[in-house]
């Protein structure tokens, strides 16, 4: 049975959260797992640019994420791991693609507009004005509009047929497949159309804010996957719960208990209702200690493993020169095949 290329990519923008880890990187395990696919995954280095990040944070980064996949169960013998800026080829076929595209289009992005307007208040975001938007666009990051283009050279350049996202990404892979039809229209049959694969994941959000998305920036209410297990402890016996003491599933009247039954499911692979049960009748304290101790452990060989890893960073750099170079080969034959259709190429 023919095994399509699945592809996805994690940003070198700091430690992974437990959110990351449930919403891709587990999930990039299970897929690689399952034999189905010839699996891809990248460091995407050059999205992280658009963060702005210092050189030398970054070139940590890189390292440390790349630890992260290896330490999590990704295998350089059944995936490709490789370092998005090396692929060559990959800023030749932006370009093509971005002469295909109508700059309208990437100011329509969510995406794009949630990410210009980050920094401000929520308050002050409810009520900008369009010509305040307008202002804000014309300051910010071009790479923040341009993404979209780069997200489609990412995955078509290796002939992606299946990409796992979540449903924030669905826009972003339409695109892709819009710029993979108005190629194939205009030069002739070159790109498969990608499929996403829709990720169920757990939305994990702050222990300190449940009614906030878990965030780097905010250590605090952050459960890294790399903390030590006596951070973890420390973190959920912190945790913002709600009033009462039933261990009760209610994401609206009982936001904080319901964040936390939602990572203990998600970690232990049991439903929500079978976790209510068994901690039926015991309080929150009972209920924190036992997702400490499911999280320490869930995690404890990952952490041995990412240390070892650091202590030895050219295993994992080793890996990611191997994974570039095979990555790289299948570019530079499909930009190949690019330029001569539209032209470039003189025989």
Known sequence: MKKYILISGIQPTGRLHIGNYLGALKNFVDLQNSGKY??????????ALTENPEAKNLSANIISLVADFLAAGLSPKKSTIFQQSRIEPLQELKWIFSTLTPVSELMRMTTFKE???????PSVREKITKERFEEIVEESNFGLAE??????????????????VGDDQL???EFARTLARKFNNRFGKTFIEPQPILTKTARVMSLADPRKKMSKSEPAGCLFIDDSAEKIRKKISRATTDSGSEIKYDPEKKAGISNLLGIYSALSGKSIEKIEREFKGKGYAEFKSGLANLVANYFSNFRKSKKSLLAKPHTPLAALKAGSAKANKIANKKIAEVKKKIGIVIQ
């Open 38 to 47: 010839q699996c891809y995954f990248f460091i995407a280095d050059m999205h």
């Open 147 to 164: 993404y979209p283009v780069l997200m489609a050279a990412d995955i078509l350049i290796y002939d992606g047929k299946f990409v796992p």
């Open 171 to 173: 826009q972003h892979l």
């Open 115 to 121: 990410k210009v307007l980050q920094p401000l208040k």
